[in-house]
């Protein structure tokens, strides 16, 4: 493993240029020559524009807005348990978790980037079966899925797109790919799209039919990226910086 290599690949997922199958592992394989190859195509483009090639990587991870820090996960909110995966959601609900939201969910994320513990353990969704009591998270699809939500979007519409009175924001956003980094160390989850999505990812990624869910298909502080697919890539980005 080469470090300096591997400080470069680091700054490459920061800025959104994806290594989905080796990360920032400190070598130099077709995987980061063309994350580095991509990056200069848009060094390029910014310096060229009529001339640059164009890529199919996913937007640049978004830099914090507001300055807090990172919080961290109580070790008793993390017994041990197996997990394949993690499905991030939004509650539909209040900028606040309610009692409701908190029976669904392991970990949720209220508008200010504060942690609120679910009432099911983590470990009642391990593998190999759920147990009694489990955080029914997201239609079959919770044995071995840990389901973290942020907290908002009531009354929320698809199409024209509506934010509704209770966003999401940029904190809860950031500080969902805290939350993510932290359970995927904890219980050696690698990033994937596989194992890390929103919960509009899982019948497309998994193959698990849902029942229309879009959450996260929008981001209302940023309307520039749309799409689950493309919302999920920047997501995954943001958390394999942090690993």
Same mark, same amino acid.
């Given at each position: 493993?080469?470090?300096?290599?591997?400080?470069?690949?680091?700054?490459?997922?920061?800025?959104?240029?994806?290594?989905?199958?080796?990360?920032?592992?400190?070598?130099?394989?077709?995987?980061?020559?063309?994350?580095?190859?991509?990056?200069?195509?848009?060094?390029?483009?910014?310096?060229?524009?009529?001339?640059?090639?164009?890529?199919?990587?996913?937007?640049?991870?978004?830099?914090?807005?507001?300055?807090?820090?990172?919080?961290?996960?109580?070790?008793?909110?993390?017994?041990?348990?197996?997990?394949?995966?993690?499905?991030?959601? =939004?509650?539909?609900?209040?900028?606040?978790?309610?009692?409701?939201?908190?029976?669904?969910?392991?970990?949720?994320?209220?508008?200010?980037?504060?942690?609120?513990?679910?009432?099911?353990?983590?470990?009642?969704?391990?593998?190999?079966?759920?147990?009694?009591?489990?955080?029914?998270?997201?239609?079959?699809?919770?044995?071995?899925?840990?389901?973290?939500?942020?907290?908002?979007?009531?009354?929320?519409?698809?199409?024209?797109?509506?934010?509704?009175?209770?966003?999401?924001?940029?904190?809860?956003?950031?500080?969902?790919?805290?939350?993510?980094?932290?359970?995927?160390?904890?219980?050696?989850?690698?990033?994937?799209?596989?194992?890390?999505?929103?919960?509009?990812?899982?019948?497309?990624?998994?193959?698990?039919?849902?029942?229309?869910? =879009?959450?996260?298909?929008?981001?209302?502080?940023?309307?520039?990226?749309?799409?689950?697919?493309?919302?999920?890539?920047?997501?995954?980005?943001?958390?394999?910086?942090?690993?």
């Amino acid at each position: 493993m080469n470090p300096s290599l591997q400080k470069t690949q680091k700054r490459l997922l920061m800025l959104g240029f994806w290594l989905p199958k080796y990360g920032a592992d400190g070598d130099y394989g077709d995987e980061a020559d063309d994350a580095f190859n991509a990056a200069l195509d848009q060094l390029e483009k910014l310096r060229s524009p009529a001339d640059a090639p164009t890529t199919s990587m996913p937007p640049p991870v978004p830099t914090t807005t507001v300055d807090i820090k990172d919080r961290v996960i109580p070790a008793t909110w993390m017994p041990d348990a197996k997990f394949i995966g993690i499905v991030f959601h =939004w509650t539909a609900g209040q900028n606040k978790a309610s009692d409701l939201d908190r029976s669904h969910y392991h970990l949720l994320i209220e508008s200010d980037g504060k942690h609120v513990r679910g009432v099911p353990s983590i470990d009642l969704n391990s593998l190999p079966k759920a147990k009694a009591g489990y955080a029914a998270h997201t239609l079959n699809c919770n044995t071995g899925f840990i389901g973290v939500s942020l907290c908002g979007m009531a009354g929320a519409v698809e199409s024209p797109f509506r934010a509704g009175k209770q966003p999401i924001t940029r904190v809860q956003w950031d500080e969902l790919a805290n939350v993510l980094a932290q359970l995927c160390k904890r219980y050696g989850i690698k990033v994937s799209r596989k194992t890390v999505l929103s919960h509009a990812e899982v019948q497309t990624n998994l193959g698990i039919k849902q029942k229309g869910k =879009w959450d996260i298909a929008r981001l209302p502080f940023d309307t520039s990226i749309q799409g689950a697919a493309a919302i999920g890539d920047q997501m995954r980005a943001m958390v394999q910086s942090k690993l």
